[in-house]
């Protein structure tokens, strides 16, 4: 079976994991633009493995009028709607310390845009004097300018984004300026170990019955799927399924769900709020590419009956989304191990009987 990794769903969906590192130059000490770009590119550059990080710029906030032919009005209004910073010191992950957040791009020189990628990076403390870095940016997303602003909800720190997009599957680009940017305000979650989106609606209010995730893995309808039951506030069952276009019908493995596993996810899958939609009816989300994206489909079933389907190609994904896919195919990853352990103690215990 072709398993799509954690670490590969969050580099399809959004959130790239660049590795721990340790500072030479610490966030405490970065006071101005020079120290910032110093910071980055002492944490990514190097002569043979990474050499692009020496054409790090800091973004000014100005960048996406070189991508958008926007008129006299639009631009004004554009700019008085986004308030950007292109860095900034906060306490993003609530352990006290600063942490570092960066908007700036790669370039051959500063406002080659033909050669620019475009980075989000946060570097999160860590326990003693190291940072994990993580790159807010879809690979997709790294091509259009992306800024963000800090704000204080409840005295935390939250880190709102704006990025630029391509206008949507059917669109025109005149549509498009309507709303050219994708508006997300985030937060990070220590349980999870990832940024989830904050939203003012709250939870939704409805109870989960049962969720359903399913990966396809190629064109020719290959898959991978996890379904959770919560029959009851004791009981949660799990059924995983793979099916290959060779295989007559799916395989199929049955297992359980911690209590508290389940209590976390169903309080993020509730916090789900992509469209409102009628019960049966599905949202899509980022088809605007070509017909080799594969789909991420998850369906919340609710007590009350309805449903909510969303088919999310993985282009500017929502925080949220990308955060309970990641724990959809850590579970899964997590039963195929458990199965793999348990085949070696048996086999060992057979060799131990046997052998000679």
Same mark, same amino acid.
């Given at each position: 079976m072709k398993r799509i990794l954690l670490k590969s769903i969050l580099s399809l969906l959004g959130l790239v994991l660049m590795g721990p590192v340790m500072a030479q130059l610490t966030v405490d000490q970065v006071n101005n633009d020079s120290l910032a770009l110093t910071f980055v590119k002492q944490q990514n550059y190097s002569k043979n493995e990474a050499p692009q990080w020496k054409f790090f710029y800091l973004t000014t906030g100005q960048e996406w009028k070189s991508y958008f032919n926007f008129s006299a009005a639009q631009t004004s209004q554009l700019t008085s709607e986004m308030h950007s910073m292109n860095w900034q010191k906060a306490d993003i992950n609530g352990d006290h310390k600063m942490d570092l957040?960066?908007?700036?791009?790669?370039?051959?020189?500063?406002?080659?845009?033909?050669?620019?990628?475009?980075?989000?990076?946060? $570097?999160?403390?860590?326990?003693?004097?190291?940072? *994990?870095?993580?790159?807010?940016?879809?690979?997709?997303?790294?091509?259009?300018?992306?800024?963000?602003?800090?704000?204080?909800?409840?005295?935390?720190? $939250?880190?709102?984004? $704006?990025?630029?997009?391509?206008?949507? *599957?059917?669109?025109?680009? *005149?549509?498009? *300026?309507q709303q050219p940017y994708q508006i997300d305000t985030v937060r990070y979650s220590n349980f999870w170990s990832a940024f989830i989106n904050q939203h003012e609606a709250g939870l939704n209010r409805k109870q989960i019955q049962m969720i359903v995730y399913k990966a396809q893995e190629d064109a020719g309808g290959a898959y991978h799927s996890l379904t959770i039951f919560n029959s009851s506030d004791k009981k949660t069952n799990i059924e995983i399924s793979t099916w290959q276009p060779k295989e007559k019908t799916p395989s199929t493995y049955k297992a359980r769900l911690s209590k508290t596993l389940w209590e976390q996810l169903d309080t993020l899958s509730r916090s789900i709020q992509v469209a409102q939609v009628p019960a049966g009816d599905s949202v899509i989300l980022n088809h605007r590419f070509n017909s080799q994206d594969l789909p991420v489909t998850l369906t919340l079933h609710f007590r009350d009956g309805s449903t909510q389907k969303i088919i999310d190609y993985g282009a500017q994904g929502s925080f949220t989304l990308m955060t309970v896919y990641g724990c959809m195919e850590n579970i899964i990853q997590n039963v195929f191990d458990q199965m793999q352990q348990r085949q070696q103690i048996i086999q060992s215990l057979s060799d131990g009987v046997f052998g000679d």
């Open positions: 957040i960066v908007s700036g791009y790669i370039a051959r020189r500063p406002g080659d845009w033909s050669t620019a990628t475009f980075k989000l990076l946060v $570097f999160m403390s860590q326990s003693g004097k190291g940072y *994990q870095e993580l790159n807010l940016l879809t690979e997709n997303a790294e091509k259009f300018p992306a800024y963000f602003d800090l704000i204080r909800i409840q005295q935390k720190d $939250f880190i709102r984004l $704006f990025r630029w997009q391509l206008p949507e *599957q059917g669109q025109t680009q *005149q549509q498009a *300026q």
